[in-house]
């Protein structure tokens, strides 16, 4: 009788004994992995987050993008002066494209600035100080093109217009140079390339070349 306790007694040690053992290392082994799981994941995800939302842009993409904000527009307010004013198809043609072209890129260029947490150039606000750099035209300069018509209006606006041209790539040739946002590098490279054709279209319809 004492045996058959004492054997009933070890198989209940032994049984329990085992049981903590799989409990222990089944604890063990879903803190190890969850925790390793958690740890190593949970911080690559982060890291990655962070890089991914650091150096998006900088202070060159910014600059880029409120200079050439009003650049555009100014070119615009040029452009509609021409269907009424402009005698050659060609030039009426060319305002157009220039027009068809740089719209939607202000609309690009404003997105950019608000998702950045920085202020749009007001419409119609035109910087002062932007007169005479990078092509601007003056206010009489604009003036004297809005009084002109004809073949005068057409020399006008291509004398104009490629310096304010040739102003929009030196703007976008510094925006590749030192610019980080790759849509706005990208950007720059097409006003390079599109309006570096219309000067030499210009230069063409004017003689020049």
Not at 1 to 24: D, E, H, P, Y
Not at 36 to 45: D, V
Not at 46 to 57: D, E, F, K
Not at 74 to 87: F, G
Request: proline share 2%.
């Amino acid at each position: 009788m004492i045996r058959k306790r004492s054997l009933v007694r070890r198989t209940a040690a032994v049984a329990a004994a085992g049981a903590a053992a799989l409990v222990l290392a089944a604890c063990g082994g879903d803190g190890d992995d969850g925790s390793s799981a958690a740890g190593h994941g949970g911080h690559s995800t982060a890291t990655a987050s962070a890089s991914t939302s650091q150096g998006q842009h900088n202070a060159a993409d910014v600059t880029f993008a409120k200079g050439m904000i009003p650049h555009h527009r100014q070119a615009i307010e040029m452009a509609d002066l021409a269907p009424e004013r402009a005698q050659s198809a060609k030039v009426k043609k060319l305002a157009a494209d220039i027009k068809k072209a740089q719209d939607p890129e202000i609309k690009t260029l404003s997105g950019w600035l608000t998702s950045w947490g920085e202020e749009v150039p007001a419409d119609g606000a035109m910087d002062h100080s932007m007169h005479g750099m990078d092509g601007m035209m003056t206010a009489e300069e604009m003036t004297e093109l809005e009084n002109a018509s004809g073949k005068a209006f057409d020399t006008a606006f291509m004398e104009m217009m490629i310096k304010h041209h040739e102003g929009a790539v030196e703007m976008a040739k510094t925006e590749q140079a030192d610019g980080a946002y790759a849509p706005a590098t990208k950007m720059a490279e097409e006003i390079i390339a599109s309006q570096s054709a219309e000067i030499e279209q210009m230069n063409q319809l004017l003689g020049k070349d």
